[in-house]
């Protein structure tokens, strides 16, 4: 399926594209949904809680396989940048890359050996890291490629957020109940693995068959090699100030995400529904308010109301940590704020992506979105990874005590002091400084539309 003499392929540009579309790329989110968090947020608990790793060797085990992704994502980008299929240049990866992923998934929680079962983890969590690379890159890829028109970008973003809300709730909030239903310790978490790779089947299938006869862009000449594609990213400013903002504000989001169960079990003293309702305080909200993020990106424009978003979700951050001496509704309710900032940052970061792509196609003429998309998700991948490394380590610093019972040892009050940190003030701190970096960003519909040539009075207010 390599490079080969294509056809160019439909686009649509100024029009509104099917709602099947919107729904089957929507729906792919399962995947990045369910991949995304529920490592993220039961991986580190596994290792402590269940397996009895160290803290600081737990945040090892969980950073490394995923910081092989700086290194895969880019890879993947460029292989299905070069390839010519009946299937278009990106489904074949989303069907293959999202099959073998959910068995690999379920492989990450199996624990079929009594001894080294931190090392077997680590193992199958890199094979499964590198399957999501070739699902997620072309994934990403896609909205640049789908349609040319500004607008329809957002529609199309806002539909994948939508999703992506959905999917964490369900894997988010259902899995800890799943391994809290199949016995808790090592077999609750054979069952929840299992779980969580039927979502993923589901999700790949879903955008498989969704975007079937989608457009998939015109197919244009590409730089010849990876290293000159990186460079000519490089070049593009508002890609690069963007990329690094959202990679910094990834670190802090995980680290949240990591701390979710300790928080329920030493912060709320919640650990068997306290992860649930997070969850659904975090997520329930940011569904609700999907509709207003768009009609606020439409008045003030995507960068600005990026920045918006990500100081509420900062300031909602750094309130929570007075959780110990709140009532757990007010908690909850600090939570649901943070998760209505949290949906504004993604679909407004994901939407101006697109655009970054298309301001480079429009420069060069050339057709590289799977390498910006590889950068970004490698960028993302490796914030997401880093974020629990960081938690788990603020953890060991304050003396947090692992366990292999199956249930979280008590701790001591300078440990629950560690807890609460890593999951409140240092994530805000790190979410609002990142913001700085878009004071440069300067991609505004009205110079996307002048770089592809369009009239100056299609410009939309």
């Not at 090392?119 to 590198?130: K, Q, R």
């Not at 649901?336 to 429009?362: K, S």
Request: proline share 6%.
């Amino acid at each position: 399926m390599d490079a080969q003499p294509s056809q160019p392929a439909i686009t649509r540009s100024g029009t509104q594209l099917p709602r099947r579309v919107h729904a089957g790329y929507a729906l792919g989110s399962l995947v990045t949904g369910a991949f995304g968090t529920v490592p993220g947020l039961l991986l580190a608990p596994y290792l402590t809680d269940t397996l009895g790793v160290a803290a600081w060797l737990a945040g090892v085990l969980v950073w490394a396989p995923k910081a092989w992704d700086v290194l895969v994502n880019p890879v993947a980008g460029r292989i299905s940048d070069r390839t010519r299929s009946p299937w278009g240049a990106r489904r074949p990866y989303l069907l293959v890359g999202g099959l073998v992923l959910a068995v690999l998934f379920a492989a990450i929680f199996a624990a079929p050996f009594a001894s080294g079962r931190g090392a077997y983890v680590a193992f199958a969590f890199l094979l499964a890291a590198t399957a999501y690379a070739f699902f997620q890159v072309p994934y990403v890829a896609m909205p640049a490629e789908l349609t040319d028109d500004y607008s329809e970008r957002t529609r199309l973003l806002t539909w994948r957020v939508a999703v992506l809300a959905i999917a964490i709730l369900i894997s988010g909030a259902i899995a800890p109940l799943v391994v809290n239903a199949g016995g808790e310790g090592i077999a609750g978490h054979r069952w929840m693995g299992l779980f969580v790779a039927g979502l993923i089947v589901v999700g790949t299938v879903a955008v498989f068959t969704g975007t079937a006869n989608a457009p998939t862009g015109t197919v244009r000449e590409s730089e010849p090699t990876l290293r000159a594609q990186l460079a000519v990213a490089s070049r593009n400013r508002p890609f690069r100030l963007l990329l690094i903002c959202f990679v910094i504000q990834a670190v802090g989001i995980a680290m949240i995400l990591a701390g979710v169960q300790y928080f329920a079990d030493h912060v709320l003293y919640s650990p068997d529904t306290g992860p649930t309702i997070l969850f659904a305080c975090f997520v329930g909200p940011a569904l609700l308010v999907m509709p207003l993020w768009s009609r606020v990106g439409a008045r003030v424009g995507k960068a600005r109301a990026y920045v918006l978003a990500s100081l509420l979700f900062a300031a909602a951050a750094v309130l929570l940590v007075l959780a110990p001496v709140l009532p757990a509704a007010a908690v909850y309710l600090i939570v649901g704020v943070l998760g209505v900032a949290y949906a504004g940052q993604q679909v407004f970061g994901m939407a101006m992506l697109p655009d970054c792509i298309a301001y480079d196609t429009a420069r060069t003429g050339k057709r590289q979105a799977g390498v910006f998309t590889g950068l970004w998700t490698a960028g993302e991948t490796f914030g997401l990874a880093l974020g629990p490394g960081i938690y788990l380590l603020v953890l060991q610093v304050f003396g947090y005590v692992s366990s292999s019972s199956g249930e979280a040892a008590p701790q001591d009050s300078t440990a629950r002091l560690g807890v609460l940190l890593g999951f409140t003030l240092l994530p805000g701190l790190i979410v609002g400084l990142a913001v700085l970096l878009m004071r440069g960003y300067d991609l505004t519909e009205a110079k996307l539309r002048s770089a592809v040539g369009a009239p100056a009075d299609a410009v939309v207010n």
